[in-house]
């Protein structure tokens, strides 16, 4: 066995050396002054030697305790780089995502259990913001946005096509007809403030521009808006990817096939640091399978209805 000094000792021996003051070490070790000079007067004990000449007003180290000094400090920088690679080790990875808020409720989280199998020494912290990616000014690594092409300085990964048409519980198609857009001045249109595709636009490329719904009600989120037209409130303008899933449980429905839809991309933007470079480009593989899959869900569904989207 390894014969040891008292380490704690060893500890103030090396505080009071660097300082030459046991007052200024026990101010830095946040002890008493009578603790420190007890704790190197018991390592001196322990290896026979004084480490310190003592005057009335001055502290001065041996010729020993300036050799110790040396190997002690090495000693000890030695175990605090040793421990800070260990705690680096151990730190777990962390990825940063930043994603629209709706996105990220009715889409992202559902499926981030797959991302995690696959890299389970990852962690993942997703925030929400709507707004332009700023790398510079924010903490993420990825931020997830709709948008219609490359952005500039950033490394921009298309992983989803967006298709945007209106739905509605069905319900409501079944009680009160929609076949046709004019129909839609008996009903409610729903509205949201960060909507990427306004209900003008649709019933312009719809073919009935200028035609008054019965009512309208207006969000300032999507999730508001599609939650509302899931209650069957009445008829929101949504990304039928968020919506799959209650379209194929029969909840939902898209009741003008795919007349008048809008597309856009989701793309999955990064400043592509080369120390982030291999887990964005991990994740970014993950988001371009998923979005495959949502999208063959998508398009076999419209074939189920004899639609091409």
Known sequence: MRKLPPLNAVRAFEVAARHVSFTKAAAELNVTHGAVSRQVALLEEWLGVALFHRAPSQLTLTEA??????????????LATASMYVMQQAAPIVLRVNAPPTFTMRWLIARMSVFQRKRPDVEVRLTTSLAPPNFQENTYDIAIRGQHGPLDDCRSIPFMTEIIAPVCHVDLQESLALSHPRDLEAHTLISYATEPYAWSEWLEAAGVAGLKPA???????????LQAASEGLGLAMVPLFLAIDEILAGRLCVPFGPLGVKRRTYYANSAATLKAQTLTSDFCDWLQQEGRDTEQSITAWAASQGWTL
Do not use: D, P
């Open 65 to 78: 305790g300036r050799g110790y000094l040396n190997e002690v400090s090495a000693v000890f920088e030695r």
């Open 215 to 225: 009512n309208t009600l207006g969000f300032e989120q999507m999730y508001f808006a």
